[in-house]
């Protein structure tokens, strides 16, 4: 079926962009908004409300369906796309992607994306415009083909229907303590997140860091239900080399005195260091997952910072330079990259987990649900936005609507082959 129209949709993300750089460098809070010169091209101040880029795919039958273009909070750091402009992407959009869109076959989704988000003067198209078009492009084979996201993805890779759901991992923002309560009371998967992005929240030697790990898991035995044991989740954006140095070992020694003072929980910890090129994050990335595992730690690594397309995940992979791999799903860019990225984890025995942005939208969530589901991760954020009952609910919700339709698919495929039998 071909699209007769593409309409583009201005819109916002559902958090801020950040100057990562400005924040690591001292930047003061006042309220909710950060205080002295951005540094990171781009940002003109350090903190942004977050901006998107809606496109709709217009069929003859008048349906439209959408997707979401957007960068992640920390645009332009580690290697990443810069913060997003719409005007810029909008008028790239219109030229280049809008007339390939408008000759393509959108019943066949992963060809449709070859061909649509084929690079453009030799260069990747923005990683955004990937993101938003892969979805729109998914959720228009969802609709020819009269059936789920989920299942154009097991159809193209050749996958088994879900069966369950995938575990969620929610992010508390500053607001580290109330949400910590409400994510133990509606029984959250794995958390915090705990956003400890400053020396202010991590602390001389990190010390402060410590205190709330031990607090979150103090917390958990304190108001959970009975048997709750999540995954402790931390992402420490770099912190402990910032502060305890970028020696492999030094920082495999702090990890697993954190890991000691919560000895009954698995314990991740995300970007522990940040060594400045992806060919040096890999190197001492595995140096510090080789101490780990010798040990018998129960601490796993958990990679983000310069490791955001498809090849430079199977990099780490290759090099075991990670126990979990943050699929960030704007960074990867098109939304079957992310699928393939899943699988190739899976295959070679690293843990996938599916992540995003607090800035992304309610369609981008939706979507890395039906691709998480499909490819069955071993998590998946819970977003958009910095809370915790919004995005817990959109991303849980989808899974539970997306198991429910399976499952009568399933129930009345059962049937069918039942009274053939019969007859």
Partial sequence: MQIKDVLLAPGNGAFFYDDQASIRSGATQDGFIYVGEPTTPGFNSIRIPASSLGIGLVFADETVVWGDMMNVQYSGAGGRDPVFETAEISNLTSRVVTPRLLDADASCYLDACATVLEPF????????????????????AAHIQRTTMAEIICSEFDLPLPTRSVPIYCQSGDAREINVDKMILKGVDVLPHGLINSRQKFGVDGQTFMEFVKWVATRTRQIGRPGYHPVLHFDVYGWIGQEIGLEPQRIADFICRVADTVPDFTLNIESPADFGSTKAQIENYAKIVSMLDDRGSSARIVVDERCNTLEDIRLFVEAKATHLVQIKTPDVGSIADTARAVLFCKE???????????????????????????????????????????????VGNEQSRLLAMLNRRRARTENVVSHAELS
């Avoid at 998590?379 to 817990?392: N, S, T």
């Fill in 348 to 394: 070679n025995k690293v843990g996938a987990y599916v992540g995003g942005s607090c800035t992304e939208t309610d369609l981008s969530a939706q979507a890395s649900v039906h691709v998480s589901m499909a490819t069955q991760a071993d998590m998946m954020l819970a977003k958009p936005g910095m809370g915790v009952d919004e995005a817990f609910s959109i």
């Fill in 121 to 140: 003067e030799q260069k990747r198209l923005p990683l955004a415009i990937e993101y938003g078009v892969s979805q729109a492009l998914l959720r228009a």
